[in-house]
């Protein structure tokens, strides 16, 4: 499984972006995918932002609860993160994820992330 994000840049505090994860490669495509984002600030452990499950259901970090939507295009074989409201906290570069489940476990697939920079 190939991702690829887009949609990282600077914005000012208040501001919003939206992300965009291109997902390929699953050979029964991305809808047998749990589809996520995380974040990693500098000096800091990579943390899950926002999930969305293969049925749709979706979890956010309490940070940017209310502030953030994620959302997946099976057809587009996309996954947006929409943030609107941001503050400087919010700056990270941003991983897109997929999750595939086996008998052998969980397989976690990695983009090589985005740049988010939010100036105050």
């Known amino acids: 499984v190939q991702l690829v994000e887009s949609g990282g840049g600077q914005v000012q505090a208040g501001g919003s972006l939206r992300l965009s994860c291109a997902v390929s490669?699953?050979?029964?495509?991305?809808?047998?995918?749990?589809l996520g984002w995380y974040r990693q600030a500098p000096g800091q452990q990579r943390e899950l932002v926002a999930s969305?499950?293969?049925?749709?259901?979706?979890n956010y970090a309490n940070s940017v609860k209310g502030r953030s939507t994620i959302s997946r295009d099976n057809a587009k074989n996309t996954v947006i993160l929409q943030m609107n409201s941001l503050q400087p906290e919010d700056t990270a570069v941003y991983f897109c994820?997929?999750?595939?489940?086996?008998?052998?476990?969980?397989?976690?697939?990695w983009g090589q992330g985005t740049q988010v920079t939010v100036s105050s």
């Open positions: 994820n997929a999750v595939t489940w086996s008998k052998y476990g969980r397989r976690d697939y």
């Open positions: 490669g699953s050979i029964f495509g991305i809808n047998v995918l749990d």
């Open positions: 969305i499950t293969r049925g749709g259901s979706t």
